[in-house]
């Protein structure tokens, strides 16, 4: 067997020119992350033609569904900063059993997910309290979308896996057949078959099945990546899995708060009719747009600072940082100047509701100033779960939904009887408390870190 090396992996440019592998990592996950948004943004445009109750159940659906990335997401962040490490401190066994141990963790959240997902989600869903027909096209979806949860998570990991040795472009190409297959599936599904918002579902999970059958063609069998796979040989150690769920629960959980913050918020604006269920889907699909380069980019930043903490570079941890703040406040300023003076065009992409129109537009006018803070959190919570630290990301997530986002929300419609807006502005007070408090907190922690290693080199 020839000897691995770190020259030898897509680390290579990134140890050498720091700023420069970054751009090279993060542009091919930009480009995935927006192939992956594609899915849900086709599946919108399509279930929108079916009528605003199609886009409410969508809406309704949406938190659950991102559950299930979230919980793959944060497992996938989990093996990825552990390979990262590993190859960056030339442990490349490490890097090998983390990856094994990682598809057996996506195999066991899948079965588990279906199994309480398809048992629990009906008492759920009738719990929120939404008109009876958004509730059972939100049941019609989910079903489908629970039902094939095991291959979302094989996908998600195993490209999480290709990412954590620095490999950004192979995921990018399978995420883009992805979006591809379901762009045709779609219309042929929903309208030609006649199957509406369950079409949608069914043509979701039929492309990913399809393309996380060729991820695992591509490392079980074919065995192209820098990680190797032996499963003939695989022998289960409670102490990898273990280092994988330090980072990935806590990454899990953290985008799991998100979700559950938007099913806090959905009740909240159920009593306010299906224009407002209607608006904040739509909106929330519109802002996630801006989100993708500051996600793809923090996606890099993972792999790259857990490379840098395992080769003790941590100066270069420094000079990623300042500069991945620098290209995305430039963008968000960008992004908040055409989505504040032109909400309309881009919410007409999706429906003509005069009704939802105008409760989209003033998401989008209140948010669109204070994107310019959402690199702090997002960066500092990557950094973080870079250097294998998973719970920072966590509490910082629950810090801006959890005691202050919905909290705000609930106080604002319930006890002062502001409206809808209101909880637009509650929002906002959670993100930029969030953003503030984290890029503090990794800022410290990262000169601690240093100062650690700083004393064993004198030592």
Known sequence: MEERKVTNTHFALLNKHPTKGLSRMAIPMILAFILHTAFNIVDTIFVGRLGASAIAGLSLAFPFQMFIIALGGGFGIGAQSLISRSIGAKKFVDADNAAEHALLLAVVSG???????LLSIKSIIGAIGAPQ?????????????????????LNIISNSILRGEGDTKRPMIFMGFAAILNIILDPIFIFTFGWGVSGAALATVL??????????YTLLIKNKSFVQFN??????????????VDVGFPASMAQIAMSLSLFFLNDILAPYGRDALAAFG???????????PMIGLSGAFVSAVGFFKGSKQMD???????????????????CTIVFFLFPLPLLRIFTDEAGVLSIGREYLRILSPFYIVL???????????????????????ILRSGLVSVPLALYLTQVRNYGVASVWWAIVLGD???????????????????NQIKETKTL
């Open 207 to 216: 492309s990913r099945s399809i393309v996380t059958l060729l991820i695992c």
């Open 375 to 397: 690199p702090l959190s997002l960066l500092s919570a990557a950094g973080f779960q870079g250097i294998g630290k998973g719970y920072p990301a966590f509490l910082l997530a």
């Open 231 to 244: 499963l003939r040989h695989f022998s289960f150690n409670f102490h990898i899995l273990r280092k994988i």
């Open 282 to 292: 739509l909106g929330f699909r519109v802002e996630s747009i801006v989100f993708l």
């Open 432 to 450: 930029v408390i969030s953003a503030a408090v984290g890029y503090i907190w990794f800022k410290c922690d990262l000169t601690r870190l240093k």
């Open 316 to 334: 270069k941890i420094d000079v990623i940082m300042q500069y991945s703040l620098k290209v995305l406040v430039i963008f968000m300023c960008i």
């Open 133 to 153: 027909e958004v509730s059972v096209l939100a049941l019609d979806y989910l079903g489908i979308i629970m039902t094939g949860s095991i291959f979302i998570f």
């Open 111 to 117: 079965v588990f997910t279906t199994c309480v997902g």
